[in-house]
């Protein structure tokens, strides 16, 4: 019974293994071969899509059309019509005052903001006050002696000339009881000790009256100066000493009224970059505390390519075009060209754009009201110029019009 159930089940199995045979055999020979054929032509269907030229997509916005038959293009940068003017501060302060804000319309000279100048304040009252001692001592130079001091100058001089007879009279009557001593000193009446005591009196009395004669001296050239009045140099050195000390306030109000930032033309406020309380450093600077510009007329700084600037000519047509909106456009003014090519700084973000390049700048003019644009915005403009065909001795290039 053993025997025979072992010899069903191998018979089982080798069926089952004949059968898994038989299907993998048929999955090689059919399945395999369907999925490369469908591969192949899967790369046939992509290689040939690809190779056709993509459709063409509309803009999502309408570029401008140009306006000229012959046209130079560049892009262009509104500017205010004085250029842009970066305002900074001569010395680096705190902000204390601020005058004025974006948007504000100002006239030449009209104060912007002020900075710290509390120590100029207290040092200019110090200067003003040594000012006012200086004249005050000049103007008591220039009135003179007061005629109240003559009267005991005089008087001085009286007493001195008193002293001096009051001195000579005692000096007399010393040597008058010193020769009486010494004729008695003969009869042997007078001790020595007493014509020595008289001699020293009459030393004394000598003394006297050289101090009497040095005070008569002093009080009579104390007169004389106080009635020749002030000496002319000691008014020329006051008056150096006035002019000195106003000089030095002066100083300090140049130095107040620099503290005070003020508008170097009339102008629209474009940029406030600084408020009341913070530091100013002073120097130019990448972000200016103010920009400053007049416009009641806007300039538009066209960058041309150099390859094509000798095709642009002094007071050619152009038309200006807001960016975004080919509806809305203006006809230019030629200004100038600015005759120094610079690098190409002003880009438009065109994939076919060159930026290895130089451009020459021209500038136009047009009336703010023309367009509803603003100061820093780019435009794309259209210079009317000569064809590219003509050569260069056909118009006057641009860089020679600019030097005539």
Same mark, same amino acid.
């Given at each position: 019974?053993?025997?025979?159930?072992?010899?069903?089940?191998?018979?089982?199995?080798?069926?089952?293994?004949?059968?898994?045979?038989?299907?993998?055999?048929?999955?090689?020979?059919?399945? !395999?071969? =369907?999925?490369?054929?469908?591969?192949?032509?899967?790369?046939?269907?992509?290689?040939? +899509?690809?190779?056709?030229?993509?459709?063409?997509?509309?803009?999502?916005?309408?570029?401008?059309?140009?306006?000229?038959?012959?046209?130079?293009?560049?892009?262009?940068? !509104?500017?205010?019509?004085?250029?842009?003017?970066?305002?900074?501060?001569? @010395?680096?302060?705190?902000?204390?005052?601020?005058?004025? +804000?974006?948007?504000?319309?100002?006239?030449?000279?009209?104060?912007?903001?002020?900075?710290?100048?509390?120590?100029?304040?207290?040092?200019?009252?110090?200067?003003?006050?040594?000012?006012? @001692?200086?004249?005050?001592?000049?103007?008591?130079?220039?009135?003179?002696?007061? #005629?109240?001091?003559?009267?005991?100058?005089?008087?001085?001089?009286?007493?001195?000339?008193? /002293?001096?007879?009051?001195?000579?009279?005692?000096?007399?009557?010393?040597?008058?009881?010193?020769?009486?001593?010494?004729?008695?000193?003969? /009869?042997?009446?007078?001790?020595?000790?007493?014509?020595?005591?008289?001699?020293? /009196?009459?030393?004394?009395?000598?003394?006297?009256?050289?101090?009497?004669?040095?005070?008569?001296?002093?009080?009579?050239?104390?007169?004389?100066?106080?009635?020749?009045?002030?000496?002319?140099?000691?008014?020329?050195?006051?008056?150096?000493?006035?002019?000195? /000390?106003?000089?030095?306030?002066?100083?300090?109000?140049?130095?107040?009224?620099?503290?005070?930032?003020?508008?170097?033309?009339?102008?629209?406020?474009?940029?406030?970059?600084?408020?009341?309380?913070?530091?100013? #450093?002073?120097?130019?600077? &990448?972000?200016? %505390?103010?920009? %400053?510009?007049?416009?009641?007329?806007?300039?538009?700084?066209?960058?041309?390519?150099?390859?094509?600037?000798?095709?642009?000519?002094?007071?050619? +047509?152009?038309?200006?075009?807001?960016?975004?909106?080919?509806?809305?456009?203006?006809?230019? &003014?030629?200004?100038?060209?600015?005759?120094?090519?610079?690098? +190409?700084?002003?880009?438009?973000?065109?994939?076919?754009?060159?930026?290895?390049?130089?451009? =020459?700048? @021209?500038?136009?003019?047009?009336?703010?009201?023309?367009?509803?644009?603003?100061?820093?915005?780019?435009?794309?403009?259209?210079?009317?110029?000569?064809?590219?065909?003509?050569?260069?001795?056909?118009?006057?290039?641009?860089?020679?019009?600019?030097?005539?």
């Amino acid at each position: 019974m053993e025997r025979q159930r072992d010899g069903v089940g191998s018979a089982v199995a080798s069926k089952v293994w004949v059968e898994q045979t038989q299907e993998f055999s048929m999955f090689r020979t059919l399945v !395999i071969p =369907l999925l490369a054929v469908a591969g192949t032509i899967f790369a046939v269907v992509t290689v040939v +899509k690809g190779s056709l030229p993509p459709n063409a997509t509309a803009p999502v916005i309408e570029p401008a059309r140009p306006p000229y038959a012959s046209f130079v293009a560049g892009a262009g940068l !509104i500017e205010a019509s004085s250029e842009n003017v970066a305002i900074g501060a001569p @010395v680096g302060a705190l902000v204390t005052k601020m005058h004025v +804000k974006v948007g504000d319309v100002v006239a030449a000279g009209a104060p912007l903001f002020e900075l710290d100048a509390r120590e100029l304040r207290a040092d200019l009252g110090v200067r003003e006050a040594q000012l006012g @001692v200086a004249q005050d001592q000049l103007a008591k130079l220039r009135a003179g002696t007061r #005629s109240e001091l003559l009267p005991p100058a005089r008087a001085r001089v009286s007493e001195a000339n008193s /002293a001096i007879d009051a001195a000579q009279a005692l000096l007399e009557d010393a040597q008058s009881q010193l020769e009486r001593g010494n004729q008695l000193q003969e /009869a042997q009446a007078l001790s020595k000790e007493e014509i020595v005591r008289r001699r020293f /009196a009459v030393q004394q009395a000598l003394a006297r009256v050289e101090q009497a004669r040095a005070n008569q001296a002093e009080a009579q050239a104390n007169l004389a100066l106080l009635e020749a009045g002030t000496w002319d140099v000691d008014i020329r050195v006051a008056e150096s000493q006035v002019r000195q /000390a106003q000089a030095s306030v002066e100083a300090v109000r140049i130095e107040l009224d620099r503290r005070v930032v003020r508008a170097p033309i009339g102008g629209m406020v474009l940029q406030r970059n600084i408020r009341e309380g913070e530091f100013a #450093s002073a120097g130019a600077l &990448s972000t200016p %505390l103010l920009l %400053l510009g007049d416009v009641t007329t806007l300039h538009v700084r066209v960058d041309v390519d150099e390859s094509e600037a000798w095709r642009v000519e002094r007071g050619a +047509k152009a038309t200006a075009f807001a960016r975004g909106n080919k509806d809305i456009s203006a006809p230019l &003014s030629f200004v100038r060209f600015e005759p120094f090519v610079i690098p +190409k700084r002003n880009l438009t973000g065109s994939s076919t754009e060159r930026v290895d390049t130089r451009v =020459l700048q @021209v500038v136009f003019s047009f009336a703010p009201k023309d367009l509803p644009v603003f100061v820093g915005q780019q435009m794309d403009v259209y210079i009317e110029s000569a064809s590219s065909g003509s050569s260069p001795g056909s118009g006057s290039g641009a860089v020679s019009a600019a030097t005539k």
